[in-house]
Structure formats: structure tokens, C-alpha cells
């Protein structure tokens, strides 16, 4: 049962370089994140998606996109990285429907990115 | 404003009992969680309360009341595994949000 699975684990760019962090389940949950989490901010909320075809912006979506064409595949694509985006990156998904139900959310193991 | 309020560090004996407060004001609630994160990996769900009282499971017990906005985590029988960052998060359903709250987490060392 992989659950969520992310990758990269690790990656360094060069200010300015553009990637995209994949991120896969197969629990045929509807509802897909992304986190970034910094030491002393916690964590954030970049993007977030219910459904496929659906995202909406989180709390620090600038510098980031994300597309939905699948149930299963959340990427996020870093547009022109910054030194701010250096960063553990987690993607995490839920249950969701017209109930959340208890909706707890399922973490992949984080992509740990470094811009320079 | 929408906050989370938890202890930063804590440390307790091996052994021991420990309990991880956090409080909360949030537009809206929808139930509260529990999370659990050692250092190095990702976050993993403990526990979820939605309704006030007691949940609990096995060696971990939280507590929800919604009128105090108030909620405590409550590990017993303390091992070194237990040592681990503690996130409290908020589910807030105002309007059609589906986002949770995070407070920062209380990182919690136990000593043998």
C-alpha cells in the first residue's frame, strides 16, 4: 500500500531554475495539498485541490502552481525559484465529499528543496 | 484572527505522564486534530475530536472543549519513541474553507 509518495526527496537549484515536485496516491482521495513547512513558521498551505479539475490558492500560493488533471497526481511547479523557497515541502491528502467525515490527512515523506 | 496557541518545548521522564495543551480561535470549527512528527519525517495523524469530551487510544487520550476553545493531548506509560514534535491543527469550515489551522507544535523530549 504505497499511501503518498513524493518525489524528489531531495533536490538543490540554482535561483531562477523552474521544477516540479510530483506527488501520487492511490487511496482515490479527492482532496490533495500542498505544505511547506519552515523551522518557527510551521505549516503552510501553498495549494490545495477537491477534486480533479479544482485547486484553489492556500495561505503562500505566490511562486507556486499546481494543476489537477487526475485523482491521483498533485504536482507543484516552482515557476522561477527563490532562495525563499528553500524548504521541506509535503504533499497530503484526504477524504472529502459533501462530508469531510473525519478527514484526517495522509502526509508523503516530504521533498527537502534547497535554492541557492 | 485565526490562531493556534500551543507550549513550544516540553520534556518529561520516561515513564511518565505528559499533557500537550493547545488552544485555539478560529472563524469557524469543524474539528480538531492531532498530529505527531518526528524530526525528519512527516507529520502522522494521532487523534481527531469533534464533539467535547475525552477520545481515547490506547496510551494517547485528547481532550476537546469547544466553549473554552480548548484542547490537551494526553500521553501516558511516556517511552523514547515518544519523543516527537506535536501539532495541534484546527478544521475550519467558514463559508465553504476547507483548511486546516496549524499551531506550531510543542517538541516534546522524554528522558530516559
Known amino acids: 500500500n504505497a499511501g503518498v509518495t513524493q518525489t524528489p526527496k531531495f533536490q538543490v537549484l540554482k535561483t531562477g531554475q523552474s521544477m516540479t515536485l510530483q506527488c501520487a496516491q492511490d487511496?482515490?482521495?479527492?482532496?490533495m495539498s500542498w505544505y511547506r513547512q519552515d523551522p518557527g513558521m510551521g505549516l503552510r498551505l501553498i495549494h490545495y485541490?477537491?477534486?480533479?479539475?479544482i485547486t484553489d490558492q492556500g495561505e503562500v500560493p505566490n511562486g507556486y502552481n499546481v494543476s489537477r488533471s487526475t485523482t491521483e497526481d498533485f504536482p507543484l511547479r516552482l515557476l522561477s525559484a527563490a532562495p525563499s523557497q528553500t524548504s521541506v515541502y509535503f504533499c497530503?491528502?484526504?477524504?472529502?465529499?459533501?462530508?469531510w467525515g473525519t478527514g484526517e490527512l495522509f502526509f508523503g515523506e516530504g521533498s527537502r528543496l534547497t535554492v541557492l | 484572527g485565526q490562531n493556534i496557541d500551543q507550549p513550544t518545548e516540553m520534556t518529561a521522564t520516561e515513564g511518565a505522564i505528559v499533557q500537550i495543551n493547545c488552544t485555539y480561535q478560529t472563524s469557524g470549527f469543524n474539528g480538531l486534530f492531532w498530529y505527531q512528527q518526528h524530526a525528519g519525517e512527516a507529520p502522522t495523524f494521532l487523534s481527531y475530536n469533534v464533539l467535547d469530551g475525552l477520545e481515547e487510544k490506547g496510551r494517547f487520550s485528547s481532550f476537546l472543549s469547544r466553549s473554552k476553545g480548548y484542547s490537551y493531548l494526553l500521553l501516558k506509560e511516556l517511552q523514547m519513541k515518544d519523543s516527537a514534535s506535536y501539532l495541534c491543527a484546527v478544521r475550519d469550515n467558514a463559508g465553504n474553507n476547507r483548511k486546516l489551522i496549524w499551531g506550531l507544535g510543542t517538541s516534546l523530549a522524554v528522558n530516559p
Open positions: 485541490s477537491v477534486g480533479a479539475g
Open positions: 487511496m482515490n482521495h479527492e482532496y
Open positions: 497530503a491528502s484526504s477524504y472529502s465529499g459533501t462530508g
